[in-house]
């Protein structure tokens, strides 16, 4: 999305945030490490699964939301669970 | 309570935490990962991914004339040098100058040297900093209260393969006589970015 | 590997309907190579778990912004695989 108008200020914050905000987003994150190191799927089929996620879903979740829709995505599709 | 387990929930329900756990619990019973390993993962990442690992690659650049050439021209290498080795990307160090400020971004997604910086900041990962950030980067870069001379060259470098960049922060005037301990502990993490001069 | 640094290329001007890592805002563009950089897997045959996935050289590419946007004195250097790229 270079280049693409509309977003508005950068959410500077401040210095010393938190890595995740939510333990959830800790157990995303590294399901999906622990998912890659696994072998069940590559960064690309994950980037690709966020981008297929569908645009309301997409624009409307937050960053780890996103990962977590991927990840589902992919665990339907490769019949992971 | 009736649930409909698999596909089809409605997320909208569902808080996602829940969703979250409930992934979580269905791919280690159907044995594609497991608790101690997702534990580990994270133990690993708080314990070694931290700024101060790109901060003492800076510091130590800045006194070394020949650690800054390695620096710049295999990052790889020079990480190795202070004991990061293994990493899983190509690393990629672009230096600042009195006359030029470089400054970092995903627009693709978020790609981020994590081992190097510890995990990203939320800012990093927002839709405005990759989009803005190609297309405005002095106008990104005032909202972090950092207005460079007009005459400043200012590069973006935005990371859509398998390098990941940092920034080499020009070292601040009137730190003579600091040791290597205290240069690191004047990088931070917006600086190896460059959203900060240093 | 096709470019040496200082090289002039053009991004190739499709809009894939699969994975790929070439943005948007560069495509048709031409920029300067300013460094060769490694070998990896093409995202594009990656994320559609294709079994020979073509490996290609990438290369960073710098933009002045004035090309891109129009206006700006910055510059813009992104990280483009082989064959995203041609001769202009």
Known sequence: MGGQTGFGPVPVGEDGEPAFAA??????YALAAVLRQRGLFNSDELRDAIERLP??????????ERWLGAIETLADEKGLA | MTSHEGHHEDHADVPVAVRARRLEERLIAAGQATDAELDAYLSQ???????????????RAWTDPAYRELLLADGNAAAAELGFTGLSYQLRVVANGADRHNVIVCTLCSCYPVSLLGPSPGWYK?????????REPRAVLAEFGLVLPAETEVTVWDSTSEARYMVLPARPAGTSGLSGDELAALVSRNGLIGTALV | MTYQPGA??????TDPDHHTRMPRYVRGHTGEVVAVLGSWVLPDDNARGMARARVETCYAVRFSAADLWGSGTHMVTVDLWESYLDQP
């Open chain 3, 8 to 13: 002039v290329v053009r991004v190739r001007n």
């Open chain 2, 126 to 134: 927002s839709f405005a900093y990759r989009s803005r950030t190609v």
């Open chain 2, 45 to 59: 990442l708080y314990a070694n991914a931290s700024p101060v690992n790109g901060a003492r690659m800076a510091a």
């Open chain 1, 23 to 28: 333990d959830w987003e800790a157990r995303v």
């Open chain 1, 55 to 64: 645009p309301g879903q997409y624009l409307g979740a937050s960053y780890y």
